[in-house]
């Protein structure tokens, strides 16, 4: 296969940045599409360019590092994939390709197509966990949890913080992300003990780092390479109802 | 070399609770004193840095990807073992702790190995209690399944991502400190060199990967979590980014290398599709709780699986190995793989693969449960081999996983050096020639969790107070020489590109040093390697400049690395005469194919020491069984 690729070049974070163009010829089907990127790359390399930077590390879906903006769709054509995961039999022999990095203002370009999300570890760092210092445990078995809440609390739990909900929202919001820390947390009785303060914190600092807000487009969990569900930002607003209210 | 592995005396059931009672402690108000960098945040490394931050230390903690949370730990999928007995079917600590020495091939350290299981389940307690969704039985008790070289259930597990849930949770607690400012968080930081002063692990140099700034870090302690080398073979299930750069250049400052031919090939991976994979896909070693493994009984089959009929089937594990079946250890089932596609049985294209089949299990079970126990394993195969495992049996093919070898570390986990200490797959202290499945994840929350934080203040309490002005000259010094290395990389302008040179070097390791090796086949690698390298320093182009970010710079200094540690590890390989665990040495078998080790010789763990000049030292450290009686390894 073959394809016409318009990649966004950055040098750096000062940098305007402009779409380049590449031909990339003889791609097998089974390969993936970083896989391309890997050759496109080595071409460059040996032809003494600067090959284009991206984010990847586990190129199997779980680590959330890959984050590319394909043909305008935050990951791509695949639904429930991440970039890494996409195949070039997804596109049609001949096409053009563009490749942007994440959009957004809380996502910074540092360098062509990598962006910096360290603005989710703050909001995570602003309560997304439980509070229980190392040795203060009691038995794992102590605390029955229902299957259903357990296998509710996991659906949410999968988020991969990626990134592309917020990429893929019109109002660059991160609702769905903080929706499935919280999700996650309150289901469980262990999370549910600061659930209040949690809900107040996240959402403090989803804003401070200047995320948008939600206006329920659902742009988010059709982007979501684990499919989390919107109905979790139901949750999350309810909840942060409840903590504006008593607290 | 110092070997002492400093185990203490006393009972096996009773040496650690009895040691820890009376190591000397640093006071609260001392601990803020104390500056500890970890290296490394996946499981190891974030849950020692959460606790050491949790008990008042001063933590600075660094990793290269671009957040803590994608540590390569969180693609571990099956499950963590804790004996816990939950299942009530015979499960026991000293179960779990003969399991592993067995399954380990009797090259671990009996102490290290029964502390391990000893705090395995702690390990579940303090993550259940952090929020991780571990699965649960419809009564509300956690749900247990069964990994290989185990006769019983004692696996938690999160669907088939269980690494993520336990690193989530480890990150959550890391999170938490650093919003306290009691951990400094360094992301986009890779480790270049250590830093030490008269024999002392004082503190590391780094580079900062977006603006390609070096900067030294002086400490009280260096902590390496830094995992494995399985990238050395190129094609892994590792991360792209996992490399040996950080505890291999602590052994160029003088920390020992301990058995670094212990790798293991996985034997449940998506086989190789062509020359431009990247890397390859794990399928969780789960999946043999329920499928099948089979090749067709006649060579070169090419027919469809469903229409082989069920008489011409051989199911090789079940055969082999009846009483453990298709849940052999990862060594043993890999080794048999590889067995019957070099006797032509092999399946797929390139006949390098064997079915995995569900359909028993399916009629049984239904699909359905199928789905909910793997649901996102198959969808994961569908999505790269485009065949759908619910209707044709998945292909599966050994690949390299995991490193059971690391640098040398005694009890405390401290390292040859003073003051290093290192955690997780970095260090090469419990699962012996081979590593059971689901035992990763228990061994890098164990370290970081519940030793670590014990062991590391003894040293500090006695350890003398940090020379700043000592320890900065020495650290300009190693700066200096990082500075060099990184523009001689920038100065080859060859022509060709990093992975090039890597994709090669994996061929010659895997091939001569991989799955099987010889003292032929090692001896061939060793002048096949110095060649690759010459080549290198000659050839490499590495585009732009080291001023900002730049992958091909940091891939280039990883590959460098590795060129240099593949040697150590032919070496080791070539020095192990006998075979044990995932190191099999063709030489060495019995008459059924079965690894032959040599107990009278070969009873030690191989540290090697770095010389300047010269081939690197071996050192022997023996290695005593008082409560397991060495026998040959039988899954029959």
Known sequence: MNFKLHVWRQRDAQDKGRMVKYAVREIGAEVSFLEMLDLLNEELTEAGEEPIAFDHDCREGICGACSLVIDGVAHGPGRGVTTCQLMMRNFRDGADIFVEPWRGRAFPIVKDLVVDRSAFDRIIEAGGYVSCNTGSAPDANVTPIAKQDADLAMDAAQCIGCGACAAACKNSSAMLFVAAKVGHLHLLPQGRVENQTRVGNMVKAMDAQGFGACTNQQECEAVCPKEISVNFIAQLNRNYVRALLDV | ?636
Request: charged fraction near 20%; charge should be neutral; include cysteine.
């Open chain 2, 1 to 636: 070399m110092n070997l002492d592995a400093h185990i203490p005396a006393g009972a096996l059931e009773t040496k650690w609770q009895r040691y820890k009672s009376t190591l000397p402690l640093v006071s609260p108000a001392n601990k803020r004193r104390f500056k500890i960098i970890v290296v490394g945040s996946g499981l190891a490394g974030s849950s020692a840095a959460a606790t050491l931050a949790e008990l008042g230390y001063a933590v600075e903690c660094f990793c290269f990807q671009d957040s803590p949370r994608r540590a390569h730990s969180i693609a571990a999928q099956g499950g963590i073992n804790a004996a816990r007995n939950y299942q009530g079917d015979g499960d026991s600590v000293f179960r779990l702790f003969y399991d592993t020495v067995k399954g380990g091939d009797f090259r671990a350290r009996e102490a290290n190995v029964y502390r391990l299981a000893e705090i395995s389940g702690a390990i579940i307690d303090q993550c259940v209690a952090q929020g991780v969704p571990f699965a649960r039985e419809y009564g509300g008790m956690l749900a247990n399944r069964s990994f290989g070289g185990a006769q019983v259930s004692r696996t938690f597990y999160a669907r088939g991502q269980t690494g993520q849930q336990l690193l989530l949770g480890a990150y959550g607690a890391l999170a938490r400190q650093i919003a306290l400012g009691k951990v400094t968080m360094h992301a986009r930081h890779e480790m270049l060199d250590l830093i030490v002063v008269a024999g002392r692990a004082r503190g590391i140099v780094v580079r900062d990967l977006v603006s390609g700034t070096l900067r030294s870090c002086c400490a009280d302690a260096v902590v390496l979590a830094t995992g494995g080398y399985a990238n050395v073979f190129f094609l892994s299930t590792n991360a792209m980014g996992c490399n040996v750069t950080a505890t291999y250049r602590a052994h160029k400052r003088g920390a020992g290398f301990a058995n670094p031919c212990f790798t293991q090939i996985h034997p449940t991976c998506i086989p190789v599709s062509g020359e431009h994979q990247a890397k390859l896909t794990l399928m969780s070693e789960s999946l043999r709780n329920d499928g099948r493994v089979w090749v067709p009984t006649k060579k070169g089959d090419r027919r469809a699986p469903h229409e082989i009929p069920e008489a011409e089937r051989d199911y090789y594990l079940e055969r082999r190995y009846p009483a453990f079946g298709n849940l052999s250890p990862r060594d043993i089932a890999s080794r048999a793989a590889l067995q019957v596609c070099n006797d032509g049985y092999g399946v797929g294209r390139s006949g390098m693969g064997v079915y995995l089949d569900f359909a028993e299990a399916m009629q049984r079970l239904g699909q359905d449960v199928i789905e909910q126990r793997y649901g996102n394993l198959f969808s994961m195969y569908e999505e790269i081999t485009g065949e759908d495992p619910y209707r044709t049996p998945m292909r599966i093919f050994p690949a390299a996983h995991y490193t059971m070898g690391g640098l040398w570390v005694d009890y405390n986990l401290m390292s040859n050096l003073d003051g290093l200490f290192v955690i997780g797959e970095a260090n090469f202290s419990d699962h012996g020639a081979n590593r059971l499945g689901a035992s990763a994840l228990m061994q890098g929350l164990a370290d970081g969790y519940f030793v670590l934080p014990y062991t590391i203040g003894q040293y500090l309490a006695a350890a003398p107070v940090l020379d700043k002005s000592a320890a900065e000259k020495t650290a300009a010094q190693t700066q200096q020489e990082c500075q060099q290395s990184i523009a001689a990389l920038l100065n080859i302008k060859g022509k060709r590109s990093v992975d090039y040179f890597h994709r090669r070097l994996g061929k010659i390791m895997w091939d001569n040093c991989g799955m099987a090796r010889s003292a032929a086949s090692l001896q061939q690698a060793l002048q096949a390697i110095p060649q690759l390298q010459e080549e290198f320093q000659r050839d490499l182009r590495v585009p732009g400049g080291g001023a900002s970010l730049n992958q091909s710079l940091e891939k280039a200094g990883r590959v460098a690395d590795f060129l240099d540690f593949a040697q150590l590890m032919c070496r080791d390989a070539l020095a192990r005469e006998e075979s044990c665990g995932g190191h099999f040495r063709t030489e060495y078998q019995t008459a059924e194919g079965e690894a032959q080790r040599n107990d009278a010789e070969f009873t030690h763990v191989s540290v090697w020491q770095h010389r300047a000049a010269g081939e690197p030292q071996l050192h022997r450290e023996p290695l005593q069984f008082s409560h397991v009686a060495l026998a040959q390894r039988s899954y029959k």
